[in-house]
Structures are given as structure tokens and as C-alpha cells.
């Protein structure tokens, strides 16, 4: 129900947009986030709209990365700024109607899920 594109090869200190699209539903109400899985890592958090209002990012991408979702509620971004090589990983979109805020930085709560799009930086 989710699908996450927008992926590609850039270099260190460009821009990237990732894109979430919903199929069937809207996302209001909904806590929507973005987590990305590094080779050899496990799936960590990027950032999130918490139930359509707060917006939270990890201490890592804070300030490079913003989250955003049109005004129809159908379509998530992830605006990716100053790049750099540690962000190379897989992004995913993740969604849920009925999580608290203590966890969403979990992904085993989000009950939706895209298939993820590669994100590779070279330095």
C-alpha cells in the first residue's frame, strides 16, 4: 500500500527527493516516517510526521533532511540535502494510524511499509 521511489547515485553534498506514495488511503491521521538500512546495519530511523502534525528527525540528519506530505495526505517526500557518504542505504516509508509517540523511532510498530529505494553517496 506504500511505495517508495526516487533512489539514485549522486555524489557527496548533493540532493536527493524521495517520494511515498500511498495507494487506497490517505495518511491523515496517520504517523508516517522514513528509516533506512545501511549494508551490514540494522534498520534505523530517519524521521517522521507524528500523527499529520509534529515532525521529528534523527540527530544525524537533522538539518539536511526534511520530511514533508502534500495536501492531499496521499504522498510523502524526504527531501535529502548535503548528502554524504554514511547516508548510502536503503530507504523505506513506513505508516501507522494507531502508534504512540514513545515508539516512533521503532519499526517493528509500523504496521506499513514501502519496498525501499537505494540511496547511494560517493564520496
Known amino acids: 500500500q506504500l511505495q517508495a521511489s526516487g533512489g539514485g547515485l549522486v555524489q557527496a553534498g548533493d540532493s536527493l527527493r524521495l517520494s511515498c506514495a500511498a495507494s487506497?488511503?490517505?495518511?491523515?491521521?496517520?504517523?508516517m516516517a522514513w528509516f533506512r538500512q545501511a549494508p551490514g546495519k540494522e534498520r534505523e530511523f530517519v524521521g517522521a510526521?507524528?500523527?499529520?502534525?509534529?515532525?521529528y528527525y534523527a540527530d544525524s540528519v537533522k538539518g539536511r533532511f526534511t520530511i514533508s506530505i502534500d495536501n492531499a495526505r496521499i504522498t510523502m517526500y524526504l527531501q535529502m540535502d548535503n548528502l554524504k557518504s554514511e547516508d548510502t542505504a536503503v530507504y523505506y516509508c513506513?505508516?501507522?494510524?494507531?502508534?504512540?509517540?514513545?515508539?516512533?523511532?521503532?519499526?517493528?510498530?509500523?504496521?506499513?511499509w514501502g519496498q525501499g529505494t537505494q540511496v547511494t553517496v560517493s564520496s
Open positions: 513506513a505508516g501507522d494510524r494507531n502508534l504512540i509517540y514513545s515508539s516512533m523511532r521503532i519499526d517493528g510498530q509500523y504496521d506499513y
Open positions: 487506497g488511503r490517505t495518511f491523515r491521521g496517520y504517523t
Open positions: 510526521i507524528f500523527r499529520s502534525s509534529g515532525i
